[in-house]
């Protein structure tokens, strides 16, 4: 889909401190690691993350680089309103407006990621909710998703980034009709965490539909309870969980780190 957004460049240089350079790490770990899991989609989808100090500003993957492909020094730095502000290139034009609207919407999403990745997607393909709740994994996410039912097509302005922005609401998840799944979270380790364990949690549940036979959903009490086990230290386990995908691709796939 060739759609790229037209931006100017307006270089700066108060965009390399410390803890932007570490975002941009972080941000390229999961790109990579999601094309490792088989979660890219070509040159498609897109992960964005608030750049650190500088809240009208996001990180996001320039269109024409798949996933594995990504290095920190690659992602673009834009403005809410489309300008470039460092790197080459620019982000897809249906990242800009979805990822702009979320990151100027909702004072939640730090880091914001939409894919296309195939049992999560085939789940906003089908009628009803996407979850039954009958897999441990899943309840990781009862009472955080949110039902986008409302396709219309490629996301080509920002009245399409803000409706989907309002779907969203309070949630952290939310399951595009017929197109894919979006994750926010409050920091970039904290959305790969949601995003396997989303994928992981739609996988099994595909696979268990698969066998014809009805599922036992797990009852709403215990999945509250269970819910709340599991979300207790969760900002902590997804911060190890981001330190491992990076220490894995340090052997599997240097360079990824780059930052020149």
Same mark, same amino acid.
């Given at each position: 889909m060739a759609h790229e957004l037209k931006t100017?460049?307006?270089e700066r240089d108060d965009l390399d401190t410390p803890e932007i350079r570490e975002a941009r790490i972080d941000l390229a770990a999961c790109l990579r690691m999601a094309a490792r899991l088989g979660l890219q989609e070509g040159i498609c989808n897109h992960f964005s993350a608030l750049v650190p100090g500088h809240p009208d500003l996001f990180l996001v993957n320039?269109? %024409? !680089?798949a996933f594995e492909e990504v290095r920190a020094a690659d992602l673009v730095?834009?403005?809410?309103?489309g300008n470039v502000a460092q790197g080459s290139g620019a982000p897809e034009a249906t990242a800009f407006h979805i990822h702009a609207q979320l990151h100027r919407l909702n004072p939640r999403a730090v880091a914001a990621f939409h894919t296309h990745m195939p049992n999560a997607t085939a789940l906003a393909m089908t009628e009803g909710e996407p979850f039954v709740y009958a897999g441990q994994t899943s309840l990781?996410?009862?009472g955080r998703v949110a039902y986008d039912r409302q396709y219309? %097509? !490629?996301?080509?302005?920002?009245?399409?980034?803000?409706?989907?922005?309002m779907a969203m609401g309070d949630a952290d998840i939310v399951f595009m009709q017929n197109h894919g799944v979006m994750v926010v979270g409050p920091t970039i380790?904290?959305?790969w965490d949601d995003l396997y364990y989303l994928e992981r949690a739609a996988e099994a549940q595909v696979?268990?539909?698969s066998t014809g036979r009805p599922l036992v959903p797990v009852s709403p009490q215990l999945a509250e309870k269970t819910a709340r086990q599991m979300r207790d230290g969760d900002a902590e386990s997804a911060r190890m969980?981001?330190?491992?995908?990076?220490?894995i691709l340090g052997r599997a796939s240097p360079g990824f780190d780059a930052l020149e």
């Open positions: 100017r460049s307006q320039p269109y %024409g !680089l730095i834009c403005d809410f309103d990781k996410f009862w219309n %097509g !490629l996301a080509l302005d920002a009245s399409e980034g803000e409706r989907i922005a380790a904290e959305a696979k268990a539909l969980h981001l330190a491992s995908v990076r220490r």
